[in-house]
């Protein structure tokens, strides 16, 4: 199984990139959402790292290897929820996924099914699927910043197993970390009954939202 990918890009097409691994070229489907960020994502010498869903497409004569790639562990836990919605295979969730998925996730806890079947290949009754299965379960990826987000920072501690997990998961985002665990302990102030890192990154996503309304 291919978790990760790091090489350099020499090629970006329609809904795919091709990386140059040693000298083996790859070639990784990638969500046009994430496909647009990919220059931004460039290290030294035009090479890229890509996390990656390892999946075969079958057919009744063969099987051929797909890799799907995103620009965080975050993305993929996303696009691996997204892909539990029944109807909704690999190649078709690459195609849907062409906006943020933070934009995606928030439609979702929000039960928007207009804003859902704007996304290519989803209609009304996937949207009414997509919401069915995931609503109140995609919090943290509406935490996913836009490229280039200012950032106020704070401090506060972090003590606790579940509260370093959703700790990982805001630094993966790309919130720095004094603001991220001035974000966690205020969550857990407010909801003194949160046991599991799901539930605090819900619970921090909403109390973003209301503070954006």
């Known amino acids: 199984m291919i978790s990760r990918i790091r090489g350099k890009l020499v090629e970006k097409k329609d809904f795919a990139a091709l990386v140059d691994v040693n000298g083996m070229v790859y070639e990784i489907a990638v969500p046009v959402a994430i496909l647009q960020r990919l220059d931004e994502m460039l290290g030294p010498e035009g090479h890229i790292t890509l996390e990656t869903y390892h999946y075969w497409q079958l057919t009744p004569s063969s099987g051929t290897p797909v890799l799907i790639g995103f620009s965080n562990a975050v993305e993929r836990d996303f696009f691996l929820q997204f892909i539990s919605v029944s109807g909704i295979g690999p190649k078709a969730a690459v195609k849907a996924i062409n906006k ?73 985002l790309q919130y720095k970390r004094p603001e991220a665990a001035d974000m966690i302990a205020k969550a857990v102030e407010r909801r003194k009954d949160i046991q599991t890192a799901e539930e605090l990154l819900n619970e921090i996503y909403k109390q973003r939202i209301k503070g954006q309304g």
């Open 100 to 172: 943020s998925i933070a934009e995606i996730a928030k439609a979702i806890d929000q039960g928007d099914l207009g804003y859902l079947k704007t996304l290519p290949g989803i209609g009304a009754q996937r949207a009414k699927e997509i919401v069915a299965k995931l609503q109140g379960k995609v919090g943290k990826f509406g935490l996913i910043q836009d490229h280039g987000k200012k950032i106020n920072p704070a401090t506060a501690p972090i003590t606790i197993d579940w509260q370093a997990e959703a700790l990982e998961v805001l630094l993966q």
